[in-house]
């Protein structure tokens, strides 16, 4: 699903400045002991660790939300510490991919302070709902792969489980080519925006017909309209 492309594989020039020097992409990932493939599912499996520490329920349409972190920081002091525990799980990956220790100082940091102010009852769960560090983490993650290796792509960390879903069907499953199919293949990865578009069409629809019937209500008692 994810195939190399030219612009990964090849010697490349940013296309934003014919001027600047070439990267070898590929060598790059050769260098890390790691190929296309292995760094966009090691980043899915990021994706998916930080939806659920930080964004697995998600405030209706906002991309704000909460998942396990606030969650265990309703636990005083040991699930605020068993948070940070598990935050040091995203860590590790971001590790794996060759990213720099210093680039992951400010998710550490976030980390720390979500400890930190998660232990305080009540106010500090709620708080802790906006510090979000494994999301910072992926941030920072997918930022040092799209310079150092040249992925651009954003649907493997955006819907990781519906991309995780998706992979195995091409795979595994005896429709595979129905799977393969691009048109399919957006579709299914669309899912949400699609059910989201129905929601807010249903909603749309709701409302004008409550206005429509107090509009009607409203002629029949005062005689206007």
């Known amino acids: 699903m994810d195939k190399p492309n030219k612009f990964s594989i090849r010697k490349t020039r940013k296309a934003a400045d014919p001027n600047a020097p070439i990267i070898d992409y590929q060598a790059k990932l050769a260098e890390q002991g790691l190929t296309r493939e292995q760094v966009i599912a090691t980043e899915r499996k990021l994706a998916k660790f930080a939806n659920t520490m930080d964004s697995l329920v998600r405030v209706p349409f906002t991309k704000q939300g909460m998942g396990a972190d606030a ?21 590790i990956l971001g590790r794996q991919l060759g990213v720099p220790a210093h680039k992951m100082t400010p ?53 990781p489980f519906l991309h995780q879903s998706l992979e195995d069907k091409q795979q595994q499953s005896r429709f595979g080519w129905f799977w393969r199919n691009p048109v399919v293949a957006w579709l299914y990865l669309h899912i949400p925006d699609m059910l989201g578009l129905l929601v807010i069409v249903v909603i749309g629809w709701g409302l004008w017909a409550v206005l429509s019937w107090l509009v009607g209500l409203f002629s029949k008692t005062t005689g206007f309209g």
């Open 71 to 91: 969650a265990l920081s309703t636990i005083p002091l040991a699930g605020d510490l068993a948070g940070l525990a598990l935050t040091s799980y995203a860590f």
């Open 107 to 159: 998710a550490v940091r976030l980390a720390l302070i979500d400890m930190v102010v998660g232990i305080v009852p009540g106010v500090g769960t709620v708080i802790d709902i906006f510090i979000r560090p494994s999301r910072k983490t992926l941030g920072i993650v997918h930022e040092h792969l799209h310079h150092e290796y040249g992925i651009t792509e954003t649907m493997h960390m955006d819907r």
